[in-house]
C-alpha cells in the first residue's frame, strides 16, 4: 500500500515538475531560441576551430580568427545582399499594388471564372488576398529577426553566447559532467560523445546542404532573370531541410514571382525545370557527401514537427524544428541504447 | 601585513594542491613524455571524481570508456560474481587503460576500498587531444602502445613458459604410461 502511495505520489512530483518545466521554457522561449540559434552556430563552427587549433594556435585566438573572418564576410555580404532584398521586398508590395500586375489578376480572376463557373469573380479579390499574403510574408521574414527581443540585442547576444559556446564549451561539457552521480557518470560521458559525433555530423550536413541549395537557386534564378532571386535563393535553401514539401515551396515562390512580374510562361516552365535540375543534384551530389543519414526522420514526423514549431514560435520555430527534432531523435535513441547496454532499463 | 598573509596562503594551498596532482600524473607511465606545460593542459581535461567506501566505480561488463588514476583512497578490482579480489590499488596506481583504445566491456569490477579521490582520462578525451593537440596526444598514444606492447611481449613469455611447462608435463606422463 505504502510503495504504491509512494509511487504515486513521485508519478504526481514528476508529472507537476514537467508541466512547471514545460511552462517555464514556454515563457522564456525567446531566451532559449537565441540560445538554440547560438548552440547551432558554435556546433557547426566548432571543427574550424579545432583544426585551427591543430595548427598549433590557442583555441581563443582560433576563434577570434574565425570571428573576425565571419564578421568580414557577413559585413560584406549584408552590404552586398541587404540593400537589394530591402528593395525586393519594397517592390514587391510596390508592384502588387501597380497597375499591371492588377491587370494580370484580373485576367486571372476571368480565366479562373471561366473554368469554374460558379466562382463570383467579384468575390475573390485575389489580388487583395496575394498583397495580404505576401505583406503577412515581409513582416514574418523581419519578425524571424525583430520578435527576438530587438535585432541589436539579437545581434549582439548571439555572437556573443557563440564566441563562448566555442571558446569554453569543453569546461561547459565538463562541469555539466561533473555534477553527473557516480552510477551514471560513464553513461552520460559515453552518451555525450556519441549524440556528440552524430549530431555534428548531422547539423552540419543540414547547414551546408541548405547553403548549397541557397547558393544553386540564386545562381539559377539570377541566371533565368527572375526578380527577388536572393530572398526566394535563401526561402528555398532553408525551405530544403523540410523533405517533399520544402523544396516544391521553393520552386513554387519562384513561379508565383516570376507570374506576378508578368514573366512569360516559358520563363516560368525555367524555373521549375531549374529547380528539379537542383533538386537531382541535391539528391545524387550534395545529399549523399554532406547529410548523414545516421539521423533518418520519417517525413510525416518533419512535417508535423514544422506544422507544431510554426504555431508555437512562428517562421523561425518552423526552420529550428528540423533540426531540434533531429538532435532529440539522437539524444533519445543513444540514452534509451546506453541504459541498455549499463544494465539500468 | 594581513592582506599578505592572506594571499600567500591562498597561493600556497593552490601550489601545493597542483604540485600532488602533478607529482601523481608523472607517476602514470602515459604522462610520462609530456612537457610540464603539456601536463597543466591534460590536468584541464581530467575529470575529478570522488567516491565513498563501498561505492561502485564502474561494473564487470559493462561498456568501458576511459581509465581512472587514483589521487588518494584505494581500489579493489574485483572479479566474477563471487567478487574474488584481484588486486588492491592506492594512491598514483590507474585501472581501465584499456578502454582508452577499446570500446570493449570492462573484464572486471572496480569498487572504492575507502573514501576516494580518481582523475578520470577518457577516449573522448584522448580522441579530442589527438585533434586539437596532436603532439600531446601522440605521446600519450605512444606511451600507452609501449605499454601494451609491453604487457604483450610480457603475456608471450609467460605463455612460453606454460607451454614448455605444459610440453615437460607431457613428457612426464608419456614416461608414466
Known amino acids: ?345 | 601585513m594581513g592582506e599578505d598573509t592572506l594571499w600567500s596562503n591562498i597561493f600556497k594551498k593552490e601550489i601545493k594542491k597542483d604540485e600532488n596532482i602533478y607529482s601523481v600524473l608523472k607517476r602514470v607511465p602515459i604522462f610520462q613524455d609530456l612537457s610540464w606545460r603539456e601536463l597543466r593542459y591534460v590536468e584541464r581535461i581530467l575529470h575529478r571524481r570522488t567516491y565513498k567506501e563501498n561505492e561502485i566505480i564502474f561494473n564487470e561488463g559493462e561498456p568501458g570508456v576511459g581509465m581512472y588514476i587514483i589521487e588518494s583512497g584505494s581500489v579493489y578490482i574485483k572479479l566474477g560474481r563471487a567478487q574474488k579480489v584481484l588486486a588492491v590499488l592506492s594512491k598514483g596506481d590507474f585501472f581501465g587503460e584499456m578502454a582508452l583504445l577499446l570500446d570493449s566491456p570492462r573484464t572486471a569490477s572496480a569498487v572504492a576500498g575507502s573514501p576516494l579521490k580518481m582523475l578520470g582520462f577518457f577516449q573522448p578525451d584522448l580522441f579530442s587531444l589527438m585533434e586539437t593537440r596532436p603532439q600531446t596526444g601522440n605521446k600519450i598514444l605512444r606511451r600507452l602502445a609501449q605499454m601494451i606492447a609491453e604487457r604483450l611481449r610480457q603475456t608471450s613469455l609467460e605463455n612460453n613458459a606454460m607451454k614448455q611447462k605444459l610440453a615437460q608435463y607431457e613428457e612426464k606422463t608419456e614416461k608414466v604410461t
Open chain 1, 1 to 345: 500500500m505504502d510503495t504504491s502511495g509512494g509511487k504515486t505520489v513521485k508519478l504526481i512530483i514528476g508529472l507537476l515538475v514537467l508541466v512547471v518545466l514545460g511552462w517555464f521554457f514556454y515563457s522564456i522561449s525567446e531566451t532559449l531560441t537565441i540560445l538554440i540559434i547560438s548552440f547551432l552556430v558554435a556546433y557547426i563552427l566548432e571543427p574550424l576551430v579545432s583544426s585551427l587549433e591543430y595548427r598549433g594556435m590557442a583555441r581563443t585566438q582560433a576563434v577570434l580568427i574565425i570571428f573576425v573572418v565571419i564578421g568580414i564576410f557577413v559585413a560584406g555580404l549584408i552590404a552586398i545582399v541587404i540593400p537589394p532584398l530591402v528593395n525586393e521586398l519594397k517592390t514587391i508590395e510596390h508592384g502588387l499594388s501597380s497597375g499591371s500586375s492588377a491587370a494580370y489578376f484580373s485576367k486571372m480572376e476571368t480565366w479562373l471564372h471561366d473554368q469554374i463557373p460558379f466562382i463570383d469573380p467579384n468575390t475573390m479579390h485575389l489580388q487583395e488576398k496575394v498583397t495580404h499574403a505576401l505583406s503577412g510574408l515581409t513582416q514574418s521574414m523581419f519578425s524571424i529577426i525583430g520578435s527576438v527581443v530587438s535585432i541589436v540585442t539579437t545581434l549582439i547576444i548571439i555572437p556573443f553566447a557563440v564566441f563562448f559556446f566555442l571558446k569554453d564549451g569543453r569546461d561547459m561539457k565538463k562541469a555539466i559532467v561533473s555534477m553527473i552521480p557516480n552510477r551514471y557518470f560513464e553513461m552520460s560521458l559515453n552518451l555525450i560523445h556519441k549524440t556528440d559525433e552524430q549530431l555534428g555530423s548531422y547539423l552540419r550536413g543540414q547547414f551546408f546542404d541548405a547553403l548549397i541549395i541557397g547558393f544553386l537557386s540564386i545562381i539559377a534564378l539570377w541566371i533565368l532573370n527572375v526578380p527577388y532571386f536572393i530572398l526566394i535563393g535563401v526561402f528555398a535553401g532553408l525551405a530544403n531541410m523540410i523533405p517533399y514539401v520544402g523544396p516544391l515551396t521553393g520552386a513554387v515562390t519562384a513561379i508565383i514571382v516570376v507570374m506576378i512580374s508578368g514573366g512569360s510562361g516559358q520563363q516560368m516552365l525555367l524555373v521549375a525545370g531549374a529547380f528539379a535540375v537542383i533538386q537531382l543534384m541535391d539528391n545524387v551530389l550534395v545529399q549523399p557527401l554532406v547529410v548523414a543519414k545516421t539521423v533518418n526522420l520519417h517525413p510525416l514526423l518533419i512535417i508535423f514537427v514544422v506544422i507544431i514549431g510554426g504555431q508555437f514560435f512562428g517562421i523561425l520555430g518552423m526552420l529550428l524544428a528540423v533540426p531540434v527534432t533531429g538532435m532529440l531523435k539522437v539524444l533519445i535513441a543513444e540514452s534509451m541504447n546506453s541504459m541498455r547496454r549499463y544494465n539500468i532499463v
